[in-house]
């Protein structure tokens, strides 16, 4: 058993792989009613026949592992390009920077991928205050930012 979305970028799905004897036990489980895979081509089923046919690229949480350190470069001067307009001088830093980081929350630890990071630093504000007004508008004012 083994973790699909990981795998195969999708949706959540956990994957029961059997040795070929003819007779699956994971098919003859009540449980298996209830959880059948999609037949069309928006669930993991779909997503196996992308990567089975080569369309790995289709899969967008796959395509973006497999992005290129200038392309997520060029993708981070974009937004910074676009939010530094919206920041209060002087007050927030912002640099692209040389980093790394790993697929699938830790459970790939020896696949370590070369990365471009955005750091953003502030001496007015604390880094839960930048997260907070980040995560709710991106496009916000900091001015209001809570204290």
């Known amino acids: 058993m083994f973790s699909g979305d990981k795998l195969l970028g999708g949706p959540q799905a956990g994957i029961i792989a059997e040795k070929g004897t003819g007779r699956s036990c994971a098919a003859t489980s009540v449980i298996s009613r209830s959880s059948r895979g999609q037949a069309d081509d928006r669930g993991v089923g779909g997503n196996v026949r992308r990567v089975l046919r080569g369309a790995v690229d289709e899969i967008p949480a796959l395509r973006m592992i497999r992005m290129s350190v200038q392309e997520i470069k060029r993708r981070a001067e974009n937004f910074l390009r676009e939010l530094t307009p919206e920041l209060p001088l002087g007050e927030i830093e912002l ?28 001496a007015r504000y604390s880094a839960a205050q930048l997260e907070q007004r980040l995560r709710a508008d991106a496009r916000g004012n900091f001015g209001d930012c809570p204290g």
């Open 95 to 122: 640099e692209i920077a040389d980093g790394s980081s790993l697929a699938g929350g830790g459970s790939t630890r020896r696949s370590l991928f070369r990365r471009k990071l955005i750091r953003i630093a502030s």
